[in-house]
């Protein structure tokens, strides 16, 4: 796999018949180890490992639906109410971020409406906060700690 833009993570992977599979810690289980899975793990580690982001307050492949139409939403940060924070939207290292990644992740947020938006191919990482008064979003220089994260929701 590609070097990724993200601190090295301590990945638990296996062989199958099915092929590699590594271990999703947030879902407790082994899942396909894609490019975009690959993304996911190492982000999440960084966010667990290098943010303070309790794991315990983060899930993968979240499940929403918008106008009856059922959705996943890559890994949702929540605060210690459980309300949604944050939406994180991975693509493979391969996959250039663009506006069409945010609108994705925009729409995710209309059944959230989490405070933050995060997109990330391992290799670039772009962070948003949402401002629900004056409906605009703002790219942020840095992803928050969470706790910094909590405190400005």
């Given at each position: 796999?590609?070097?990724?833009?993200?601190?090295?993570?301590?990945?638990?992977?296996?062989?199958?018949?099915?092929?590699?599979?590594?271990?999703?810690?947030?879902?407790?289980?082994?899942?396909?180890?894609?490019?975009?899975?690959?993304?996911?793990?190492?982000?999440?580690?960084?966010?667990?490992?290098?943010?303070?982001?309790?794991?315990?307050?983060?899930?993968?492949?979240?499940?929403?639906?918008?106008?009856s139409v059922k959705l996943r939403c890559d890994t949702?940060?929540?605060?210690?109410?459980?309300?949604?924070?944050?939406?994180?939207?991975?693509?493979?290292?391969?996959?250039?971020?663009?506006?069409?990644?945010?609108?994705?992740?925009?729409?995710?947020?209309?059944?959230?409406?989490?405070?933050?938006?995060?997109?990330?191919?391992?290799?670039?990482?772009?962070c948003f906060q949402v401002d629900y008064a004056s409906?605009?979003?703002?790219?942020?220089?840095?992803?928050?700690?969470?706790?910094?994260?909590?405190?400005?929701?």
């Amino acid at each position: 796999m590609i070097a990724l833009n993200l601190p090295k993570a301590d990945l638990r992977l296996k062989r199958d018949d099915d092929g590699v599979q590594v271990f999703d810690a947030l879902r407790r289980r082994y899942v396909k180890f894609t490019p975009e899975e690959y993304v996911r793990q190492s982000f999440v580690n960084f966010l667990v490992m290098h943010k303070g982001y309790p794991r315990g307050l983060m899930g993968n492949e979240v499940a929403i639906e918008i106008n009856s139409v059922k959705l996943r939403c890559d890994t949702v940060v929540y605060g210690r109410d459980m309300r949604p924070l944050m939406i994180v939207e991975y693509k493979a290292p391969t996959c250039h971020i663009d506006e069409a990644v945010l609108r994705q992740a925009y729409v995710y947020n209309m059944a959230l409406r989490a405070g933050y938006l995060v997109l990330s191919n391992g290799l670039a990482h772009h962070c948003f906060q949402v401002d629900y008064a004056s409906n605009e979003i703002h790219r942020l220089e840095a992803l928050p700690d969470y706790q910094d994260l909590c405190l400005n929701v």
